[in-house]
């Protein structure tokens, strides 16, 4: 302790929470080079067997029948990935909903790209049916006769 009396209280510190570090950490490894008593390795064995009794139950109660439709007062069971009752036109019908999407894409599509064309039509057609040559219209003093005011 004479060593600890002429350090800062700062510094007597941190010299004592490492020497408390050491010797937590000795005491920790001796008691793992200790071999466990015979009652704590006899309740792990015990612990270990009921989980995995319980994580049996589960699965099989995940893998049991589940209600799939009801109607008319009856009711259909399946499980899971059963798909032995359900017609194939049933299930290829699940996708129309994907299928009328992409059609409808494909026609917004259309329609946006034939209105860029009709657009770029008009604006050609009133191009050539003017009085200007198209010469013109590449000038420079042409596109500042358009920007300048009209009185």
């Not at 001796?30 to 064995?45: K, S």
Request: glycine share 8%; proline share 6%; hydrophobic share 45%.
């Amino acid at each position: 302790m004479n060593k600890l009396t002429n350090l800062t209280p700062e510094r007597r510190g941190e010299v004592l929470e490492a020497r408390f570090a050491q010797r937590v950490a000795a005491a920790l490894t001796e008691q793992q080079t200790v071999t466990p008593r015979h009652d704590i390795e006899e309740r792990l064995r015990v612990a270990r067997e009921q989980a995995l009794g319980r994580a049996r139950v589960a699965q099989r109660s995940a893998a049991a029948p589940s209600v799939v439709a009801t109607g008319g007062g009856t009711v259909a069971l399946g499980g899971p990935g059963d798909t032995g009752g359900t017609p194939w036109w049933l299930r290829l019908s699940s996708l129309m909903p994907l299928v009328v999407l992409l059609a409808g894409l494909l026609l917004i599509d259309r329609h946006y790209t034939q209105s860029q064309i009709e657009a770029a039509a008009e604006v050609d057609a009133a191009i050539l049916a003017d009085e200007l040559p198209p010469e013109a219209y590449r000038d420079p003093g042409f596109a500042e006769f358009l920007k300048a005011e009209r009185r």
